[in-house]
């Protein structure tokens, strides 16, 4: 199985901040990667996938990189929304894993 | 708009047994492959199952294997998730979500293993 090895597992951070939070993956899965953010009590939401493609209707100042086995999510500019927990997704082979989230706090 | 419904949750003992539906609706079901994830209270998500388009086809996380079975209905919109020899550890909400990786979700179903 690929293990999916997420960091921070939480993270501080000041509205206007940028912050950047990393998965990496124990083989190489190309650029089979997503990018969710969930919030307490809701579905997750897709922000990115393949890697560093933006979900339609996310806004800019999210962005992922990466292939092969390391990727980041950066999020540019902090906003009040976007306080929330964080998963990667890696769906290459099964079974599909995710990173054990990062959880995004204010400070 | 794509939708997506589960239900089927609820409160089983130890050993029992559930089954889990999805309704799907604005899209067209039978073209996308399906998944169920959980997520345990407090906890975070875990992949489960899959299957393909037309069904001939599914993968399971080993926790689940041999206890879970998932299935689709094409004709009526429906993606299934039977729940057998249940434990504990299986209590979480379980989501059903379109397509890898998963780009709409349900809002999920809670399942709570106790006696």
């Known amino acids: 199985d690929i293990q999916m090895t997420q960091s921070p597992s939480s993270l501080s951070a000041s509205v206007g901040d940028r912050v950047t939070i990393t998965c990496r993956a124990s083989q190489g899965i190309r650029n089979d990667l997503g990018w969710y953010q969930q919030k307490p009590g809701k579905a997750p939401k897709r922000l990115i996938y393949?890697?560093?493609s933006l979900q339609s209707g996310v806004p800019s100042r999210f962005s992922g990189s990466g292939s092969g086995t390391e990727f980041t999510l950066t999020i540019s500019s902090l906003q009040p929304e976007d306080f929330a927990t964080y998963y990667c997704l890696q769906h290459n082979s099964y079974p599909h894993t995710f990173g054990q989230g990062t959880k995004l706090e204010i400070k | 708009e794509v939708q997506l419904v589960e239900s089927g949750g609820g409160l089983v003992q130890p050993g029992g047994s559930l089954r889990l539906s999805c309704a799907a609706s604005g899209f067209t079901f039978s073209s996308y492959w399906m998944h169920w994830v959980r997520q345990a209270p407090g906890k975070g998500l875990v992949w489960v199952s899959r299957i393909n388009s037309d069904g001939s086809s599914t993968s399971y996380a080993d926790s689940v294997k041999g206890r879970f079975t998932i299935s689709r209905d094409n004709a009526k919109n429906t993606l299934y998730l039977q729940l057998s020899s249940l434990r504990a550890e299986d209590t979480a909400v379980y989501y059903c979500?379109?397509?890898?990786?998963?780009?709409?979700w349900g809002q999920g179903t809670l399942v709570t293993v106790s006696s």
């Open positions: 393949a890697a560093s």
């Open positions: 979500a379109r397509g890898s990786p998963s780009d709409y």
